[in-house]
Structures are given as structure tokens and as C-alpha cells.
T-cell receptor, first 116, second 113 residues
Framework: AQKITQTQPGMFVQEKEAVTLDCTYDTSDPSYGLFWYKQPSSGEMIFLIYQGSYDQQNATEGRYSLNFQKARKSANLVISASQLGDSAMYFCAITGQNTGFQKLVFGTGTRLLVSP | EAQVTQNPRYLITVTGKKLTVTCSQNMNHEYMSWYRQDPGLGLRQIYY???????DKGDVPEGYKVSRKEKRNFPLILESPSPNQTSLYFC????????????FGPGTRLTVT
């Protein structure tokens, strides 16, 4: 079975500062992928970044980077230069080989508030 | 534009009245899924489909049915809705395999009274 743990129910950051959202995972899959999604108050799920378990380099997408530490089973999201529009819920999710990469298991999310 | 569409976006219904939430994708994706989102629980998979006529249960399939008669469509059917199925529902699609992103629809907010 796979599990995602997000221990921060809420985070506050000031505009232009960097913030790290924590995610730890548990899986028995030999091959797996980790995702981060953003859910603004409007409700849609917006894909941010993906990291495959065999990727040698940490994934980056613009202001988003994923700090992947395989031995520690962590996949933290780093948002650099926070903007007011970054205020949202953030979900970490995992998929794996044993489910044909067709099942995403989500954490409970972290609500990020960016203040001016 | 590549997208996943869901209809309706909002629905209020009564216990026991059958309903269908439609999902359609225009990306020729093999794989499609349904998730429900409840406060404090994140998203949980209801059903998924790996191809036409191939469907399987996710983590919370009780009270739901699905069908995949065409590649682009994956409707979610609630034969006899109950109040505990009040939730936010998402359809998702993907190419399949370890190929990254699952594309999500805009969500359907369902209230069963």
C-alpha cells in the first residue's frame, strides 16, 4: 500500500519569500512517481510538478522545485519568490508500478497563505 | 485545447434519485479515473479504467458504477445516492504508464439531501 503524509495543515509566508511544503511517503513499489498539485479556492486541481523515483535530478518547473530525498522518503515542494496567487491548498500524491501508475494516492494537503 | 470536461459542475439532489456525472477527454488518453474529495481526507480514487470496456475498483467504489464504452467518455453513475456521497468529484485522464501528469477535470460538487 502507498501512503502520503503532509504534516503541515497550514503555512504562512510573505510575498517574495521562499517556502517549503513537506511531504513524506511510504511505498513498496520498486518504481513510483510523486506529484504536487495546487488547488485554489475555485476548486480545480492544477498539476505543478512530477518526480520519477529513478530520476537522478530533482524536478524543477519555473518557481517550483521538488526536493527529492529517496533515502528519507521525502518529496518536499519548494516555491521560490512566493506570489499572492500562490495562496491555495497543495496536495502531494504518489503513484506506483503495482497499480500500473493509474492510481494516485493523495495526502491531506497543506493550505498556504501568502501575505503582502 | 486539451482538456477534461465534467457535467454538471454543481448538482443538488435527493436521496435515492439516480444520477450520472459525465466525463469526457479530448486527448485520446487510454486511462481515466474518478476521485472524490472530502475535507481532511484529500482525494480518494473511486474507479479507474485502462481502456474501453476495462474498468476496476479504486479505494472507495461502494455506491458507484462506471462504464467505458468509448475511449473519450467515462461517466460516473450513482444508482441510489445517499447523503454520505455528498462530495467534490474529479475525473482525471492520462496517457498511462510512468508518463507523469494526470489531467483533472474542473470538478463536480454534489450535494445529496
Amino acid at each position: 500500500a502507498q501512503k502520503i503524509t503532509q504534516t503541515q495543515p497550514g503555512m504562512f509566508v510573505q510575498e517574495k519569500e521562499a517556502v517549503t511544503l513537506d511531504c513524506t511517503y511510504d511505498t513498496s513499489d520498486p518504481s513510483y512517481g510523486l506529484f504536487w498539485y495546487k488547488q485554489p479556492s475555485s476548486g480545480e486541481m492544477i498539476f505543478l510538478i512530477y518526480q520519477g523515483s529513478y530520476d537522478q535530478q530533482n524536478a524543477t518547473e519555473g518557481r517550483y522545485s521538488l526536493n527529492f530525498q529517496k533515502a528519507r522518503k521525502s518529496a518536499n515542494l519548494v516555491i521560490s519568490a512566493s506570489q499572492l496567487g500562490d495562496s491555495a491548498m497543495y496536495f502531494c500524491a504518489i503513484t506506483g508500478q503495482n497499480t500500473g501508475f493509474q492510481k494516485l494516492v493523495f495526502g491531506t494537503g497543506t493550505r498556504l497563505l501568502v501575505s503582502p | 485545447e486539451a482538456q477534461v470536461t465534467q457535467n454538471p459542475r454543481y448538482l443538488i439532489t435527493v436521496t435515492g434519485k439516480k444520477l450520472t456525472v459525465t466525463c469526457s477527454q479530448n486527448m485520446n488518453h487510454e486511462y481515466m479515473s474518478w476521485y472524490r474529495q472530502d475535507p481532511g481526507l484529500g482525494l480518494r480514487q473511486i474507479y479507474y479504467s485502462m481502456n474501453v470496456e476495462v474498468t476496476d475498483k479504486g479505494d472507495v467504489p461502494e455506491g458507484y458504477k462506471v462504464s467505458r464504452k468509448e475511449k473519450r467518455n467515462f461517466p460516473l453513475i450513482l444508482e441510489s445516492p445517499s447523503p454520505n456521497q455528498t462530495s467534490l468529484y474529479f475525473c482525471a485522464s492520462s496517457l498511462g504508464g510512468d508518463l507523469g501528469e494526470q489531467y483533472f477535470g474542473p470538478g463536480t460538487r454534489l450535494t445529496v439531501t
